[in-house]
DNA sequence: CTGAAAGCGCTTACAG
DNA sequence: CTGAAAGCGCTTACAG
C-alpha cells in the first residue's frame, strides 16, 4: 500500500510536506493541491500505527461491560461509540462477562494499546479493589461504582429507582413485596439498600434473594420461592435479565399479572410492553449514560487534575398493568 | 510508561534479547527468568502500534454491521468477538445504520487501521457495488450477500427459510396471507422470493408490502394494511425489527392473535416467546454465524487463493401460538 | 543463544 | 511556506 514517501516523490514535495497536509498544517494552495492529487492517483491512506506510535496518542478509548448481550450495555454501547467515532477515537470494546480475571486481562490489554482512557463497567471484584489512579490512563465507571466512592462515574440514582418502585406498589396496596438482587454488581447491593429503606420506612419486612447474573438462576429462584407457601405478593426484580427469568418462572407456575402477583422491576426493554399486562419498570437513560460517559472522559482529559466527580441520573418510573392497583 | 530498552538495560542485556522472550523465541531459561523479572518489576507492557508497524500484521479485524442494537447482529458480534480474542485478535466494530455513506467512511477507516479482515454486513448499495477484491484486506460478508454471488459469505438459506414459514401457516389452514419485507438489504428481497414462490406453488396470490429498515416504518405500514377491508389473515415479517412494529400495530388495532390474525416472522428474540400466544419464527443460529464467519476469515488469511464460497444455514422453525391451525 | 544495526511509516522540532 | 534529520518502540534479518 502506499506510504507518505510514495506521495512525496509522485507530488515532487518533502514528505514533511505530505504529512502537513495531512494534518492541516501551514501549507501553500498551490502545493497542497498537487499532493492531494497525488493521493488520491495512489489511493494513500495513512497507517494509524505509525500515526500512533510517532504522535503518541492513540485517539482509542477502552469499552468494557460484562455482556454486550445485556441491552442496557448494547444501548449504552452504540451512545459511546456514536460519541466516540463523532471526536474522532475509536473504540475497542471487550466483555467480561462478570469475571475479573477476563477484566484485569482486558484492562492489561488496555495497557498495551496505550488506550486514552477506558469507560468501564466494573466487576464486584474490582469494583472493590481497583486503584483507578495506577492504571496509567484514565477511567469512567458505569453502571457500577466503586465501595469507596472515588473516581469519575456515570451511575443511576439506584437507591431511589429501587425506592420508587417499592413506594408504588404501595401505593397500589401491595404489602408483602419481595425482592430479587443481583449479588456480584454494587448496582444490586444498592438497589437492595432502596427496596429495604422504603420497605422499613413503612414499618414492613424486606425480603430478599440474591442470586448470579444469569436468566436462569432467576428463573430458578422465582420458580422455587413461588413455591413457597408464604410467597410474597409481588415482587421487584433488579434488572433487565432477571426480568425475563422472572417472567418465565411466572408464566410456568401458571401465575397470571396481576392478579396472582404483581411485579416492577428495572430496564425499559421493549418487550416489557408488549407483554400482557405490561410490566411495570424503572428506565434508565440509556443514551445519556453512554454520552456523559464520553463526555466526562474528555474533560478528565481535558484537565487531569480536576476534582472527581459522580453523575448521578434518575431512572423513570414506567407504571404498567402488572403493578396494577390492588383491589380486595 | 517503561519501553523495552529500559528492561534491556534493568536485566543486562540488549533489546534483541527482550524482544525474543516477548515473541517466545529462543533465549537461554536463565536469561529469560532474568528478563521477565525486569519486565515484572518495570510493570512493563509492550507497545502494540510499535510492534504493529514493525511486524506488519495487525491481528485486527473489521466488523461492519448495521446496528449493534438490532439483536441478532448483538448476538453475531458477541459470536465473533469471543472468537476473535481466542485467536489473539482483536475487533473494530462499526455501526452503518444502512447508510452507504457511512459504510464507505468505516471501509476507508479499516484500511488506515491496516486490519487483518473484514467481516461485513454490507448495506444493498454496496452489495451491488462493492469491489471485494480491490479493498486490500479480505471481506467476509454476513446475512447479506452481494448481487453477483461471488465473494466469502456466511447466510441463512432465506428463501428456504420464508417458504417453510409460508409452508407452516398454509398447513394451518390460512389461505390469506400477506408478508412485510425490507427495502434496503438482499435479505428483505430473499425472504421475499421465497415468500413468493412458496405461494405461487400453492396457487396463491403474494401480496407483498416494503419498508425501510425501522420499527416505526414496519409498524405503519401493518397499521395501515390491517386498516383495509381485504386485510390478509395472515402475515409473514421479515425481520425481528419489523416483528415489533407489527406486534405493535396489532395491539393498537385491537386484533388478537391468531384469532384475528395469523403472524409469523423471523429472529427468536427472547420476547418473542414470552407474549401471548408466542410469536412463530425462524431461529437463526447466531453463534453459529459469527463462528463461521470468523473461521471463514482465517482460512481465507491462511489459503487467500482458495477459491470463494457461501456457506448456507438453514433456520429452525420454532412454531408457537400466533400460527395455531384455523379452526373454521 | 546473544547483540548491533536497520527500518516499519509516520510526526515533530529545527533550520532556512 | 518548505525540507532534512531525528526518533516513536518495537521486530527482523544478519553476524557471531
Excluded at 469499552?63 to 471526536?87: C, G, H, K
Excluded at 472493590?128 to 453502571?143: K, N, Q, W
Aim: with cysteine.
Amino acid at each position: 500500500m502506499a506510504k507518505i514517501k510514495d506521495v512525496a516523490e509522485l507530488a515532487g514535495v518533502s514528505v514533511s510536506t505530505v504529512s502537513r497536509v495531512l494534518c492541516n498544517g501551514p501549507v501553500s494552495d498551490k502545493v497542497r493541491k498537487r499532493v492531494e492529487a497525488a493521493m488520491a492517483k495512489l489511493d494513500y491512506r495513512p497507517n494509524l500505527a505509525a500515526r500512533r506510535l510517532r504522535s503518541q496518542h492513540t485517539d482509542t478509548i477502552g469499552l468494557i461491560v460484562s455482556d454486550i448481550r445485556n441491552p442496557f450495555f448494547t444501548a449504552v454501547s452504540r451512545a459511546v461509540e456514536d460519541e466516540a467515532y463523532r471526536n474522532g477515537m475509536r473504540v475497542i470494546l471487550c466483555n467480561t462477562d462478570e469475571d475479573p480475571e477476563k477484566e484485569a486481562m482486558y484492562l492489561k490489554l488496555m495497557r498495551e494499546e496505550r488506550v486514552t482512557g477506558v469507560i468501564l463497567a466494573p466487576t464486584r471484584h474490582s469494583a472493590a479493589a481497583l486503584d483507578t489512579e495506577s492504571l496509567g490512563f484514565p477511567v469512567v465507571m458505569i453502571d457500577r461504582t466503586p465501595a469507596q466512592g472515588d473516581g469519575d462515574a456515570v451511575v443511576l440514582d439506584n437507591r431511589r429507582a429501587a425506592a420508587q418502585l417499592v413506594e408504588h406498589l404501595l401505593a397500589a396496596g401491595y404489602r408483602d413485596i419481595g425482592g430479587l438482587f443481583g449479588n456480584t454488581s454494587s448496582t444490586g447491593a444498592e438497589r437492595h439498600a432502596g427496596f429495604v429503606a422504603a420497605l422499613d420506612h413503612a414499618g414492613l419486612p424486606a425480603p430478599a434473594r440474591f442470586v448470579p447474573p444469569s436468566v436462569e438462576a432467576a428463573e430458578a429462584a422465582v420458580s422455587a420461592w413461588l413455591a413457597e407457601p408464604d410467597r410474597p405478593r409481588a415482587l421487584l426484580i433488579s434488572n433487565g435479565i432477571f426480568m425475563l427469568g422472572a417472567v418465565r418462572a411466572i408464566k410456568a407456575a401458571g401465575l397470571c399479572l396481576p392478579h396472582d402477583l404483581a411485579l416492577a422491576g428495572f430496564d425499559n426493554e421493549v418487550w416489557t410492553g408488549l407483554i400482557d399486562p405490561g410490566l411495570t419498570v424503572i428506565e434508565q437513560p440509556v443514551d445519556e449514560i453512554g454520552r456523559s460517559a464520553m463526555a466526562m472522559l474528555l474533560a478528565r482529559l481535558e484537565d487531569p487534575a480536576r476534582s472527581h466527580r459522580h453523575v448521578v441520573l434518575q431512572g423513570k418510573l414506567v407504571p404498567r398493568g402488572s403493578s396494577a392497583p390492588l383491589r380486595q
